[in-house]
């Protein structure tokens, strides 16, 4: 079995943030590698048929409410399901995310504290100040990987995260993509689990 589980996502995904703590738990009980690989989500919508949240039509995105406030407390995390900054571009805290993947850095602390500050702390993740301050926070050079972020290499890494997305079939944010299989959504980490777990891949794989 794989040693590694492809994390596909955007930093401000409501349901990225709410699973964040549960995957990474999955990966320490059972000794996989996550690889973070930030992509444009509206790249991956284009593909699967999906629409922007002010775009679905209201039951959905009342249930989408719901569902944000239900999660959060399953999972035991604090959260605003209406933040002041979101929508925003989630391009630029991306950016970062894959510049520290480049650089051979861990990004998940600051993969997890870009989504408190938008979902918990009303800041916009957009913001350049925002990233420099939680970049340095979580220990990062902010100078470092501010410039990464902003090359045309990094833009390339993101690119090609959002086309190995969409040939995973990944739907939405967040995917996991485990020993060929994918998992669209938080609440299929424990599916993911399982499938880790027993050994054992989807039915339709063995007929």
């Known amino acids: 079995m794989s040693k590694t589980i492809d994390y596909y996502f955007t930093c401000i995904s409501p349901f990225a943030y709410l699973g964040h703590g549960k995957l990474m738990e999955i990966a320490k009980a059972h000794d996989k590698t996550v690889h973070f690989k930030p992509f444009d989500i509206f790249g991956v919508w284009k593909e699967s048929g999906a629409q922007p949240p002010a775009e679905r039509a209201p039951v959905r995105q009342r249930y989408r ?14 959260m605003n399901p209406s933040p002041k900054h979101f929508p925003t571009n989630p391009a630029p805290a991306d950016l970062c995310i894959t510049a520290l993947v480049h650089a051979g850095l861990d990004p998940a602390g600051f993969s997890h504290a870009v989504g408190r500050a938008c979902w918990e702390q009303n800041l916009d993740v957009a913001s350049h100040e925002t990233l420099i301050s939680l ?3 979580c220990g990062h050079d ?3 990987i501010m410039e990464l972020a902003d090359s045309e290499e990094i833009t390339e890494l993101r690119n090609a995260n959002t086309q190995a ?3 995973s079939d990944a739907i939405g944010a967040p995917a996991y993509v485990y020993d060929g299989e994918v998992f669209w959504g938080q609440d299929r980490l424990e599916y993911l689990e399982h499938m ?4 054992r891949k989807a039915f339709s794989h063995d007929v």
């Open 165 to 167: 997305a969409i040939s």
């Open 135 to 137: 970049l340095e926070e």
């Open 196 to 199: 880790i777990a027993s050994g």
């Open 65 to 78: 409410m719901i569902e944000i406030q239900r999660v959060a407390v399953m999972r035991d995390v604090c």
């Open 142 to 144: 902010s100078k470092m």
